[in-house]
């Protein structure tokens, strides 16, 4: 029986944020594009850094490569350049963790718009420079700043909800 | 200052090749397969198409099945949402309603005279084909706003074919797979429309703009535009041949206008709302028409001829109708005029007929005076003549006029 609770949890530990990855992209309501003019995140982003950052190995490369793929063919933009994008943050999240003695948030903060301004620029690049995407700057740019903003409220969501599945068994 | 250089390669390794517990491929071969999948995207080859179609339906039709719990609660809401606002909605459709069948019989006169039209120009597009799709998925990108639908090249649908929705233009097709396709909104940022902005006929080309609206760009006289204060509706143009001439998009917003240079276009249609959608290609007539076609085009110049003169007869009783209100308000006008002036004539009569009497007493006093002064002696009763009459008395008066008794036979 304790085993069999032990399982469950550690099936929701493990596997809640690759169900969220997954619905998010899936999803027709997305953070990206919330029809609220000057509100927009990358709720995606979020996810991804934080989980690579906090856990060995984090969600899964190829779950996150597979994702990319698939917000990709959603999105209607060249396949491939999502996937990029996640496994360049799982990059810069695994350097941090590797670098890193002491977590601090803010040093990851700091570190998380970091790697979303490089993702977004080489995203736009693309999109712009070998597809001929217009892009609309402002809401970008929009998107990035609460991006960067909620990842701190998400990455204390994310903690307690890591601490409340886990709790003691961790 | 070695040893940080180490620390810095091993870190970036570790990052790179080290695999997590359970995880196949390290993060290094993962990132240069993407980059493989990116360099081979764009090169067109059939075998690489192939495999980009089958994930595209995978993931269309996953996405279908992942979205259905949260459409059904999207859907309950909006139901419920629209049976409050029932009876708001019914009272506002009827009134529309009334001044849609008054401008009906204008409108059909209309349309046919615009095909007759066009018909002599060689500009008259008759509709090739037509699909009826549903919407599967509606992911709200920020590089690219596009709905998929689940028909695709087995249904005949080709790139390029324009997409409505209750007539109204919604987009174009961009992408079509085995079973399923992707319109491209004329919301989006890369969507251009060649238009024409009634009804002052001026060309321009609409961009998308924020999330439900159009921008017009390349008007050559924006000012015109501002200064206006009628309503205008854009319609496509035409040009290009991508999309028909005539297919209504949306209106101008004027008080968006007020506030900025941008000149906006607010969408007849909500787009966040599609559910299904006409997918349609249009061809130029064939000039050569068949028999058939010949009768129904002599039926049309009937009822067309039939119809005008129908128009002119209703606009000249609506003149003739106009001229005698006019006549009948000029006689009533002339009718008061003259009823006034008899009343005034009248008291005028009155007046003279009291002063005719006045002056008709004066001149019997008159008379009665000088006769009095003669004949007076004869009528007025002295002592001698006991029998005449008193002076003030009416036989006295009487006596006097008579110059004198008048004695008896």
Redesign the interface.
């Known amino acids: 029986m304790i085993n069999a609770k032990k399982n469950i949890r550690y099936f929701l530990y493990k596997y809640t944020p690759v169900f969220l990855l997954?619905?998010s992209i899936?999803?027709?309501?997305?953070f990206?594009?919330?029809?609220v003019?000057y509100f927009?995140f990358n709720f995606v982003y979020i996810l991804i850094f934080y989980y690579n950052l906090k856990r060995?190995?984090?969600i899964?490369?190829?779950f996150?490569?597979i994702a990319?793929?698939?917000n990709d063919?959603?999105?209607?933009?060249?396949?491939?350049?999502s996937?990029?994008c996640y496994?360049?943050l799982?990059?810069f999240a695994?350097?941090l963790?590797?670098?890193t003695l002491r977590p601090n948030l803010v040093k990851d903060w700091i570190s998380f718009l970091i790697s979303i301004l490089i993702l977004n620029f080489i995203t736009f690049t693309?999109?712009f420079w070998?597809n001929n995407?217009?892009?609309?700057y402002l809401?970008?740019t929009v998107?990035i700043i609460f991006t960067f903003l909620l990842y701190f409220i998400f990455s204390h969501l994310f903690t307690i909800y890591d601490k409340a599945i886990m709790g003691r068994f961790k | 200052m070695e040893t940080s250089r180490d620390d810095f390669v091993i870190a970036i390794r570790s990052a790179f090749l080290k695999k997590g517990t359970q995880q196949r491929f390290s993060l290094l071969s993962l990132i240069l397969f993407s980059i493989i999948f990116l360099i081979l995207g764009s090169f067109n080859l059939r075998f690489i198409e192939f495999n980009k179609s089958i994930i595209k339906e995978v993931v269309y039709y996953s996405s279908f099945i992942v979205t259905i719990p949260e459409n059904i609660i999207k859907n309950s809401f909006n139901k419920v949402s629209d049976h409050f606002e029932y009876y708001d909605k019914f009272v506002i459709v009827q009134n529309k309603l009334q001044q849609l069948e008054n401008k009906d019989l204008s409108k059909k006169i209309i349309t046919y005279e615009n095909v007759e039209l066009k018909r002599l120009i060689d500009d008259y597009f008759v509709e090739d084909g037509q699909v009826f799709a549903k919407v599967l998925a509606d992911k709200k990108s920020p590089f690219l706003k596009s709905v998929i639908i689940n028909k695709g090249s087995k249904n005949d649908i080709r790139i390029g074919m324009i997409v409505l929705d209750d007539d109204y233009l919604i987009g174009r097709v961009v992408e079509v797979n085995f079973l399923t396709s992707r319109i491209l909104l004329i919301s989006d940022i890369n969507s251009k429309v060649p238009v024409t902005i009634q009804p002052i006929n001026a060309q321009a080309i609409m961009t998308g703009f924020e999330q439900q609206k159009g921008k017009l760009q390349y008007i050559k006289d924006e000012k015109l535009i501002n200064d206006l204060d009628q309503e205008l509706i854009v319609v496509t143009s035409g040009s290009g041949g991508i999309f028909k001439s005539g297919i209504p998009i949306g209106k101008v917003n004027l008080k968006n206008n007020l506030n900025t240079n941008e000149i906006i276009v607010d969408f007849y249609k909500n787009f966040s709302q599609l559910k299904y959608l006409k997918i349609l290609s249009f061809k130029q007539e064939e000039t050569q028409l068949d028999q058939t076609n010949k009768k129904i085009f002599e039926k049309n110049d009937e009822v067309i001829s039939k119809i005008n003169n129908l128009q002119e007869n209703i606009k000249i009783l609506l003149q003739q109708n106009i001229i005698s209100q006019e006549i009948r308000n000029k006689l009533e006008n002339q009718n008061t005029k003259l009823n006034k002036k008899i009343i005034n004539t009248q008291k005028q009569l009155r007046k003279q007929k009291a002063k005719e009497k006045k002056i008709q007493i004066e001149n019997e006093e008159i008379k009665f005076l000088k006769l009095n002064l003669l004949y007076g002696h004869k009528c007025r009763r002295t002592f001698l003549k006991a029998k005449l009459y008193s002076i003030n008395s009416p036989k006295y008066k009487v006596c006097v006029l008579n110059k004198g008794i008048i004695k008896k036979n």
């Open positions: 997954f619905t899936l999803n027709e309501i997305d990206n594009n919330l029809g003019k927009s060995d190995g984090g899964g490369y190829i996150i490569f990319g793929l698939f063919v959603i999105n209607g933009i060249p396949m491939g350049i996937s990029l496994l360049l799982c990059f695994a350097y963790r590797n670098i693309y999109l070998f995407y217009e892009i609309d809401n970008q998107n």
